[in-house]
């Protein structure tokens, strides 16, 4: 799931302007939903300026953490 977050975290970055910059690593698993869910929230802020491509590429990230887990 922490691959999921940080390709999420890059495409936001990139629709932002911003560097990419990685998530962190947290003691405990058990976090990153909550990393997941700040990611999406911000994802949703930046949903009307996403390319093509951006969708894209948070659409496969998506589908292999879809792949994985389930």
Known sequence: MHAL???LADVCAEAEGEPRRPVPRLASDL???EQLQVVGLDLL???ERLTAEQREAADAAIARARERLF
């Open 31 to 33: 976090h990153l939903p």
């Open 5 to 7: 977050v940080q390709a």
């Open 45 to 47: 802020d930046v949903a």
